[in-house]
């Protein structure tokens, strides 16, 4: 029977030492000329789009189609240009997981289950060298709330395989209580990782199907059967 492996991107996969959270601010400030205080937000484990849109309630921006385009297409210059002047880096046991699953037993499908919208999921990625290594995938531009983006990718998913993928087919790996509850939305296994926007019992708390505290501790095999 194959499987869905859906990753969450910051904190799960790679740290990019604040480089999201410093586009955000340089593209409020060059764009909307507008200095941000980038910490009255939470950014961890939400959608590109409803961090946006908080900050433009906070600083009383129309919150038009209009301007969230203007927004993105500054952030993600900014995003590129800071990441490659930032100290980032692949998170521990990514590179063994990922190897951990291609080469199970069962066929194994791996995809992107993020907030941040696709271009800016592609440019974190692609800096690290990863972006190739999945075929699937649902973004914060597909739509603001990370449940319905789970529905996304377990369709996305059903569509790759050309199969119906049940929630029992599928594992979500992030690092914060917004993606357990994502695969808890779809029926899928939870496996929490705490190399990122949340404690380790923290995590524990919503009951994950797996909780590591990073993923060299995870067993691609155990988690697959």
């Known amino acids: 029977m194959a499987k869905l492996v859906l990753f969450d991107v910051d904190g799960?996969?790679?740290?990019?030492?604040?480089?999201?959270?410093?586009?955000?601010?340089?593209?409020?400030?060059?764009?909307?000329?507008?200095?941000v205080d980038t910490s009255r937000v939470k950014f961890s484990g939400r959608t590109d789009p409803s961090i946006v849109?908080?900050?433009?309630?906070?600083?009383?921006?129309?919150?038009?189609?209009?301007?969230?385009?203007?927004?993105?297409?500054?952030?993600v210059f900014w995003l590129d240009y800071l990441l490659k002047r930032s100290n980032g880096e692949i998170l521990?046991?990514?590179?063994?997981?990922?190897n951990g699953l291609r080469a199970a037993d069962v066929p194994v499908v791996i995809g992107i289950l993020t907030g941040n919208i696709r271009l800016g999921a592609e440019i974190k990625l692609r800096h690290f060298q990863l972006w190739d290594e999945f075929v699937v995938g649902a973004f914060g531009d597909d739509h603001?709330?990370?449940?319905?983006?789970?529905?996304?990718?377990?369709?996305?998913?059903?569509?790759y395989l050309n199969k119906q993928?049940?929630?029992s087919d599928i594992i979500v790996v992030g690092d914060t209580p917004?993606?357990?509850?994502?695969?808890?939305?779809?029926?899928?296994?939870?496996?929490?990782?705490?190399s990122g926007g949340a404690?380790?019992?923290?995590?524990?708390a919503h009951s994950?199907?797996?909780?590591?505290h990073t993923l060299i501790e995870a067993d691609p095999e155990l988690i697959l059967t």
Not at 92 to 98: D, E, P, R, S, T
């Open 53 to 75: 849109r908080e900050f433009f309630r906070i600083y009383g921006i129309d919150q038009s189609i209009g301007n969230f385009q203007r927004f993105f297409d500054t952030y």
């Open 165 to 167: 993928l049940n929630g």
């Open 208 to 212: 994950p199907d797996w909780l590591v």
């Open 92 to 98: 521990k046991g990514v590179w063994n997981f990922i």
């Open 12 to 35: 799960t996969l790679i740290r990019s030492r604040g480089a999201g959270v410093m586009a955000f601010g340089k593209t409020f400030e060059t764009e909307f000329n507008i200095k």
């Open 178 to 194: 917004h993606d357990i509850a994502c695969a808890r939305a779809i029926g899928a296994k939870a496996l929490a990782v705490a």
């Open 144 to 159: 603001e709330d990370r449940n319905t983006l789970a529905k996304i990718a377990q369709e996305r998913g059903s569509r």
């Open 199 to 204: 404690e380790f019992d923290e995590l524990k």
